[in-house]
């Protein structure tokens, strides 16, 4: 744990079991694929047994968990993103955990309709595990455990939110060139999953 002049309007929090729970089922549902896969789902349940339910929150470093949901068309064909009003890129609904997160799950779903306006069906494993720089702490080397999910949504109309610039639909073969690092390649992992049928729910 870490303390910053810039985490002082953020309270310090305790993520209750549940959520704590929800964070260790996440990662063993997360996708094996490849090689990268199965060691950021291995450092990132050794990294919670390190540090225990702080590393839920952006207090934690030299990372924390955040939760997305990376949206998109029933026919998989499009994906909404928002412009994000720090890194002015591109990037799919998401961010920092909060104390009224039950489950990661819930914690997606409410980043995607803050973000958006959009509600939809989240699918419940993660589609990817992204690590990338936490822009909350540009000046540190931070990282953003970022668990991600597919939602698909029958909704086109968005709204934008005060932390971001602008909300729009891209086609996932056509994805904007101002793109945040890691999310082309999130977003084609979450077309692959949510192409994959359910097993086990």
């Not at 928002?82 to 997160?101: T, Y």
């Amino acid at each position: 744990m870490t303390t910053d002049s810039r985490l002082a309007a953020h309270p310090v929090w305790t993520p209750s079991p549940t959520l704590v729970a929800s964070l260790r089922e996440a990662l063993a549902l997360a996708p094996r694929d490849t090689a990268a896969d199965r060691f950021e789902a291995w450092a990132w349940t050794r990294l919670l047994e390190e540090h225990g339910p702080a590393l839920l929150t952006r207090h934690c470093a030299p990372g924390h968990v955040t939760a997305s949901a990376i949206v998109l068309s029933p026919d998989l064909r499009r994906t909404c993103l928002v412009l994000h009003n720090k890194i002015k890129l591109w990037v799919q609904p998401g961010g920092h955990l909060e104390a009224g997160d039950a489950t990661m799950q819930q914690a997606a779903e409410r980043e995607a309709w803050e973000e958006t306006g959009l509600r939809g069906t989240l699918l419940p494993a993660p589609a990817v595990l992204s690590r990338h720089g936490a822009p909350c702490r540009p000046d540190v080397v931070d990282w953003h455990l970022d668990v991600e999910f597919a939602l698909v949504t029958h909704e086109h109309a968005v709204q934008v939110s005060d932390e971001s610039l602008d909300v729009a639909w891209f086609a996932v073969d056509d994805l904007p060139t101002d793109l945040a690092s890691d999310t082309a390649r999130c977003v084609a992992r979450a077309v692959e999953a949510a192409r994959r049928p359910l097993v086990n729910t």
